[in-house]
Antibody, heavy 121, light 109 residues
Framework: EVQLVESGGGLVQPGGSLRLSCAASGFTFSSYWMHWVRQAPGKGLVWVSRINSDGSSTSYADSVKGRFTISRDNAKNTLYLQMNSLRAEDTAVYYC??????????????WGQGTLVTVSS | SYVLTQPPSVSVAPGQTARITCGGNNIGSKSVHWYQQKPGQAPVLVVYDDSDRPSGIPERFSGSNSGNTATLTISRVEAGDEADYYCQVWDSSSDHHYVFGTGTKVTVL
């Protein structure tokens, strides 16, 4: 069974940093592209970032480009999101998500339960 | 960037049919995917590639896509179908690639 478990969320002051983790199990992690998707309270889903299977290629939404860094450790089956220069508008539940199968990167078949990031003084 | 527009809400009586639209410029040329999200839960994929269903999703959920509108249809609606629904496409012309619709709240009367 595919499992994605996020951690690392919490309360942080504006301008601060936080690193999210997503522990993966139940599949060959190193074969799949992975993503972060966020959802502000009461709002819709927004794609944040993706990384390819070996970590050599990344992409970001304009709203986080230059502030967030996605990475992965295939030996530890873990996905990360380093978030710097955090703003109030980054407050959201952050989900990690997986593609349906290797080589297909158009939608999200599996999702974690999410971790809440609150940016506030 | 590519924009997907959904109606904010749809109301339907139990046993009836709910239709949720997703509008986008020439969306019929793209593959559309749909997610169901219940309060406090992660999204669940209910339709992919316009009209295919993942295993475990009831046949009551179906999709279509043509022209400038994609549609998710829920037949014989049940109380448990009450949720938010989001469409999503992969926009190969954009560096942002993954675009979600604005979301539709389905209320079962």
């Amino acid at each position: 069974e595919v499992q994605l478990v996020e951690s690392g969320g919490g309360l942080v002051q504006p301008g601060g940093s936080l690193r999210l983790s997503c522990a993966a199990s139940g599949f060959t992690f190193s074969s799949y592209w992975m993503h972060w998707v966020r959802q502000a309270p009461g709002k819709g889903l927004v794609w944040v970032s993706r990384i390819n299977s070996d970590g050599s290629s990344t992409s970001y939404a304009d709203s986080v480009k230059g502030r967030f860094t996605i990475s992965r450790d295939n030996a530890k089956n873990t996905l990360y999101l380093q978030m710097n220069s955090l703003r109030a508008e980054d407050t959201a539940v952050y989900y990690c998500a997986r593609d349906p199968r290797p080589g297909v990167a158009e939608y999200f078949q599996h999702w974690g339960q999410g971790t809440l990031v609150t940016v506030s003084s | 960037s590519y924009v997907l527009t959904q109606p904010p809400s749809v109301s339907v009586a139990p046993g009836q049919t709910a239709r949720i639209t997703c509008g986008g410029n020439n969306i019929g040329s793209k593959s559309v995917h749909w997610y169901q999200q219940k309060p406090g839960q992660a999204p669940v994929l209910v339709v992919y590639d316009d009209s295919d269903r993942p295993s475990g999703i009831p046949e009551r959920f179906s999709g279509s896509n043509s022209g400038n509108t994609a549609t998710l249809t829920i037949s014989r609606v049940e109380a448990g179908d009450e949720a938010d629904y989001y469409c999503q496409v992969w926009d190969s012309s954009s560096d942002h690639h993954y675009v979600f619709g604005t979301g539709t709240k389905v209320t079962v009367l």
